[in-house]
């Protein structure tokens, strides 16, 4: 018994294929419905197997952003914590500390300063980014952050006093606060 290969040339059979899997997909996808006789490859247009009104994609590339959308929902290995989730804590006069994540000695944290707080002068082990969330902070004489500001601390930096009139949040990505880092 000798190999039959098939003597339909390649453009013939790829897109009957797609069209194979497109109508298994959506099978899966949207059990009921009728299935469209237009090829996969074809632009995205009205189709039979959409009720009136409904804008739904059709074709592989949707079909497929519609499964992957799917099965990412029911991805649960993300972490979310709501605004009142989680709990604050005391680090400083003035300071609170909220940590939201800790991996591998890099902490992703919350600082709550109230008006008038500071952080003393201290070095960093390691990069640390900073993005101010609400209110205004001062870095030394010479640097002040509103919301949405970023600011960024190399490793092995020192850092000048930060300050706060109004009070803010800030949202901080670096090594776990330790007292040793900081100068007096």
């Keep these: 018994m000798g190999l039959?290969?098939?003597?339909?040339?390649c453009k013939d059979w790829i897109p009957e294929a797609h069209r194979r899997l497109d109508r298994a997909?959506?099978?899966?996808?949207?059990?009921?419905?009728?299935?469209?006789?237009?090829?996969v490859m074809e632009q995205p247009g009205p189709s039979v197997d959409t009720p009136a009104g409904d804008d739904v994609p059709v074709g592989a590339p949707a079909i497929r952003r519609r499964l992957m959308d799917?099965?990412?929902?029911?991805?649960?290995?993300?972490?979310?914590?709501?605004?009142?989730?989680?709990?604050?804590?005391p680090l400083l006069a003035g300071v609170a500390i909220k940590v939201l994540r800790e991996q591998a000695g890099v902490l992703s944290y919350l600082l709550r300063l109230d008006p008038g707080a500071t952080l003393p002068p201290h070095r960093h082990p390691q990069d640390e980014e900073c993005i101010?969330?609400?209110?205004?902070?001062?870095?030394?004489?010479?640097?002040?952050?509103?919301?949405?500001?970023?600011?960024?601390?190399?490793?092995?930096?020192?850092?000048?006093t930060i300050g706060t009139e109004?009070?803010?949040?800030?949202?901080?990505?670096?090594?776990?606060?330790?007292?040793?880092?900081?100068l007096e």
């Excluded at 899966?28 to 090829?39: A, D, E, I, M």
């Excluded at 902070?137 to 092995?156: F, K, M, N, S, T």
């Excluded at 109004?166 to 900081?182: K, N, Y």
Aim: net charge positive; glycine share 14%; proline share 6%.
């Design 4 to 9: 039959s290969l098939s003597t339909k040339p």
């Design 25 to 39: 997909v959506r099978k899966v996808l949207n059990p009921g419905l009728p299935l469209r006789r237009k090829g």
């Design 70 to 89: 799917r099965v990412a929902d029911t991805d649960t290995s993300h972490l979310t914590i709501a605004g009142d989730e989680g709990e604050w804590r």
């Design 132 to 160: 101010v969330l609400q209110g205004r902070v001062r870095v030394g004489a010479q640097i002040e952050i509103g919301p949405g500001g970023y600011h960024l601390a190399h490793r092995g930096a020192l850092h000048a």
């Design 166 to 182: 109004t009070g803010a949040i800030l949202f901080l990505r670096g090594a776990v606060p330790h007292a040793s880092q900081v």
